[in-house]
């Protein structure tokens, strides 16, 4: 095939074409280069949706520590059996509400009650035992008083005679001889009569002693007896507490040693909430601060209290703090209801305070980012804390009341000199 010739007017737009292109396409690199050396730095994009953003305040920043926890009885009992036996009966469940008189549970233990059978039998004797002994004392005593009566009797007639018959000596109308056998004989009565009082006034003490001793065989048969008494009582199992059951520890047919729990009777009447204080914030707490108790019922409701017990251990990584209530608590407050406590450690006047961002500890140094060019970005600015509670901590200098900055994790912006919000 022929070749065909180009005209030089074509060849010659086409290159100024391709010219213009060129120059087109360096004009705009260069203003690409241009615009990139001076724009500023935005940095990394981030949505505002994904960070927390908090305006510092000024004011009164109250320190608070905030734990949960729960309403727990001031007075609560485990009931346990003070007699070993079976449980035959078990009248009530967790939940109940019951009176000091109230049976919780009924054991059975034939052992006591024969026990309480014979000390009955021993005290009767031994009551037996001692009248009798009293009678034959009385008999003794009486058989002496006759005995004594007769010889003062005696004597006092000796004695009468002998005086009677003391001027007929002298008339010889008796003889000196039996005058003088009268006068011995009523002075030996009068000692048998005297030796006859003593004996008595010894039998007397004798008396008292051997009463006492049968007294004291019947008092303690009696002691005895009572202890048996209680026993068989103590297998109707009662709750000596008005309050609520809280659990049930015993079945019916199970035997149970001396102690042996049966359940647990917490008062309603009295409660206070033991809240669980993270052990890095328990060192501030102590005994008399004021706390707010914010009860989780069905209305939103708030109690004040006071701290009362703060546990010297840690335990799971919290320590146990005890607040009484220092007002009457609702009536739907019960145990094990959930609680939360602000304790309030101390109130800063004039401060500048902010919502405690991630990670921030108080007395210490942190970099956060601060909202600017109407909250389109963010930078960098270096902030020392002073005093923090849980939810609020205390800006020392780095910012100013109505600054607006990122509260929430920023640890991805590390070394950015700028962030965009879009």
Same mark, same amino acid.
């Not at 074509?10 to 087109?24: M, Q, S, V």
């Not at 990670?359 to 109407?374: Q, V, W």
């Given at each position: 095939?022929?070749?065909?010739?180009?005209?030089?007017?074509?060849?010659?737009?086409?290159?100024?074409?391709?010219?213009?292109?060129?120059?087109?396409?360096?004009?705009?690199?260069?203003?690409?280069?241009?615009?990139?050396?001076?724009?500023?730095?935005?940095g990394?994009?981030?949505?505002?949706?994904?960070?927390?953003?908090?305006?510092?305040?000024?004011?009164?920043?109250?320190?608070?520590?905030?734990? &949960?926890?729960?309403?727990?009885?001031?007075?609560?009992?485990?009931?346990?059996? &003070?007699?070993?036996?079976?449980?035959?009966?078990?009248?009530?469940?967790?939940?109940?509400?019951?009176?000091?008189?109230? $049976?919780?549970? $009924?054991?059975?233990?034939?052992?006591?009650?024969?026990?309480?059978?014979?000390?009955?039998?021993?005290?009767?004797?031994?009551?037996?035992?001692?009248?009798?002994l009293?009678?034959?004392?009385?008999?003794?005593?009486?058989?002496?008083?006759g005995?004594?009566?007769?010889?003062?009797?005696?004597?006092?007639?000796?004695?009468?005679?002998?005086?009677?018959?003391?001027?007929?000596?002298?008339?010889?109308?008796?003889?000196?001889?039996?005058?003088?056998?009268?006068?011995?004989?009523a002075?030996?009565?009068?000692?048998?009569?005297?030796?006859?009082?003593?004996?008595?006034? &010894?039998?007397?003490q004798?008396?008292v002693?051997?009463?006492?001793?049968?007294?004291?065989?019947?008092?303690?048969?009696?002691?005895?007896?009572?202890?048996?008494?209680?026993?068989?009582?103590?297998?109707?199992?009662?709750?000596?507490?008005?309050?609520?059951?809280?659990?049930?520890?015993?079945?019916?047919?199970?035997?149970?040693?001396?102690?042996?729990?049966?359940?647990?009777?917490?008062?309603?009447?009295?409660?206070?909430?033991?809240?669980?204080?993270?052990?890095?914030?328990?060192?501030?707490?102590?005994?008399?601060?004021?706390?707010?108790?914010?009860?989780?019922?069905?209305?939103?409701?708030?109690?004040?209290?006071?701290?009362?017990? +703060?546990?010297?251990?840690?335990?799971?990584?919290? +320590?146990? $703090?005890?607040?009484?209530?220092?007002?009457?608590?609702?009536?739907?407050?019960?145990p094990?209801?959930?609680?939360?406590?602000?304790i309030?450690?101390?109130?800063?006047?004039?401060?500048?305070?902010?919502?405690?961002?991630?990670?921030?500890?108080?007395?210490?140094?942190?970099?956060?980012?601060?909202?600017?060019?109407?909250?389109?970005?963010?930078?960098?600015?270096?902030?020392?804390?002073?005093?923090?509670?849980?939810?609020?901590?205390?800006?020392?200098?780095?910012?100013?009341?109505?600054?607006?900055?990122?509260?929430?994790?920023?640890?991805?912006f590390?070394?950015?000199?700028?962030?965009?919000?879009?």
């Open positions: 095939m022929p070749d065909i010739a180009i005209d030089p007017a074509i060849t010659r737009r086409k290159r100024r074409r391709r010219l213009a292109a060129l120059t087109l396409g360096g004009v705009v690199l260069i203003a690409l280069l241009v615009w990139a050396s001076v724009r500023p730095n935005t990394p994009s981030v949505r505002r949706s994904s960070v927390w953003i908090a305006t510092v305040k000024h004011g009164s920043l109250p320190i608070l520590v905030s734990a &949960a926890g729960v309403f727990r009885p001031i007075q609560e009992r485990w009931i346990t059996a &003070a007699t070993p036996g079976v449980v035959e009966k078990v009248n009530v469940q967790p939940g109940d509400e019951v009176a000091p008189s109230t $049976v919780l549970a $009924v054991l059975a233990n034939p052992a006591v009650e024969s026990t309480l059978a014979q000390n009955t039998a021993k005290l009767a004797s031994a009551q037996a035992q001692r009248a009798s009293h009678a034959q004392l009385i008999s003794q005593l009486l058989t002496l008083q005995d004594l009566a007769a010889m003062q009797a005696k004597a006092r007639t000796l004695a009468v005679k002998e005086r009677a018959e003391r001027p007929l000596i002298r008339g010889h109308i008796i003889s000196m001889l039996e005058y003088t056998a009268i006068r011995v004989q002075r030996e009565y009068a000692q048998l009569a005297q030796l006859a009082r003593q004996r008595i006034s &010894a039998f007397r004798s008396i002693a051997q009463d006492r001793a049968a007294q004291a065989k019947v008092a303690a048969l009696r002691a005895v007896l009572e202890n048996t008494r209680q026993q068989v009582a103590a297998l109707r199992v009662t709750a000596s507490i008005q309050g609520v059951v809280q659990n049930v520890a015993v079945h019916a047919g199970q035997t149970l040693e001396l102690g042996g729990g049966i359940a647990r009777v917490a008062s309603v009447k009295s409660l206070r909430a033991s809240l669980q204080v993270p052990a890095s914030e328990a060192e501030e707490v102590t005994t008399g601060q004021s706390v707010t108790l914010d009860l989780a019922t069905d209305v939103t409701q708030a109690v004040p209290g006071r701290v009362t017990r +703060v546990s010297p251990s840690v335990s799971n990584g919290s +320590v146990e $703090v005890d607040v009484n209530p220092t007002e009457k608590l609702p009536r739907d407050v019960r094990n209801l959930a609680v939360t406590g602000r309030h450690i101390a109130e800063i006047d004039n401060a500048d305070y902010v919502q405690r961002p991630a990670y921030a500890n108080p007395d210490s140094t942190m970099t956060l980012f601060e909202l600017i060019d109407g909250g389109r970005a963010a930078v960098p600015v270096r902030v020392r804390f002073g005093a923090a509670s849980d939810q609020y901590i205390q800006i020392v200098s780095g910012l100013k009341a109505g600054a607006r900055v990122i509260v929430s994790d920023a640890s991805g590390v070394g950015k000199r700028r962030i965009a919000l879009r």
